[in-house]
T-cell receptor, first 114, second 114 residues
Framework: DTAVSQTPKYLVTQMGNDKSIKCEQN?????MYWYKQDSKKFLKIMFS???????INETVPNRFSPKSPDKAHLNLHINSLELGDSAVYFC?????????????FGPGTRLTVT | AQKVTQAQTEISVVEKEDVTLDCVYE???????LFWYKQPPSGELVFLIR??????QNEISGRYSWNFQKSTSSFNFTITASQVVDSAVYFC???????????FGQGTRLTINP
């Protein structure tokens, strides 16, 4: 049973295109995240949603637009892709109760912009 | 603001050696959690441990052990009798303010040579 899943795993596209990455969690968590990992492996928060509401937006360009149709899904849409958007994007969800603060990550989506 | 420093960018050891990965953190919170994650070459982020700040007992899980010292703001990770499968990038992390996100260290790339 996959806890946090992302599609696609790999995404290769040209500059200027628009693309989406989908994320789903079956853990029943209320809070979901998008993180970006750059080529130096540095991980940084982009967005956080709690029960479909945006709670964190870490100065991400407005070309990036997250959408949460329900609390189990958090999708990331990127407009007008740029070379610098090439990275691995991780979706995560946060536990509750005794697993509060623990974040469980999806397998990542490697985005390559050419 | 919360900050995590992993000063060791890369470590390379021979199989069966013990190795310690350092993590130093800064936080204004009086109670907090600390985490370690493993990122193997396949790319996923694997949760290893969560530690409460009010519990300074060392934790051992098989060949893995963690030494938490609040006085020095450190949460070091030791692998005993390392194996090639331990080769990965290891991240230390703690929740950001409001605990709504994780702040990661820069990661330590550990290579275990046969």
């Amino acid at each position: 049973d996959t806890a946090v899943s992302q599609t696609p795993k790999y995404l290769v596209t040209q500059m200027g295109n628009d693309k989406s990455i989908k994320c789903e969690q079956n853990l029943g968590h209320d809070t979901m995240y998008w993180y970006k990992q750059d080529s130096k492996k540095f991980l940084k928060i982009m967005f956080s949603y709690n029960n479909k509401e945006l709670i964190i937006n870490e100065t991400v360009p407005n070309r990036f637009s997250p959408k949460s149709p329900d609390k189990a899904h958090l999708n990331l849409h990127i407009n007008s892709l740029e070379l610098g958007d090439s990275a691995v994007y991780f979706c995560a969800s946060r536990g509750t109760g005794t697993q509060a603060y623990e974040q469980y990550f999806g397998p990542g989506t490697r985005l390559t912009v050419t | 603001a919360q900050k995590v420093t992993q000063a060791q960018t890369e470590i390379s050891v021979v199989e069966k050696e013990d190795v310690t990965l350092d993590c130093v953190y800064e936080t204004r919170d009086t109670t907090y959690y600390l985490f370690w994650y493993k990122q193997p070459p396949s790319g996923e982020l694997v949760f290893l441990i969560r530690r409460n700040s009010f519990d300074e007992q060392n934790e051992i899980s098989g060949r893995y052990s963690w030494n938490f010292q609040k006085s020095t703001s450190s949460f070091n990770f030791t692998i005993t009798a390392s194996q090639v499968v331990d080769s990965a990038v290891y991240f230390c992390a703690l929740p950001g303010q409001g605990a709504q996100k994780l702040v990661f260290g820069q990661g330590t790339r550990l290579t275990i040579n046969p």
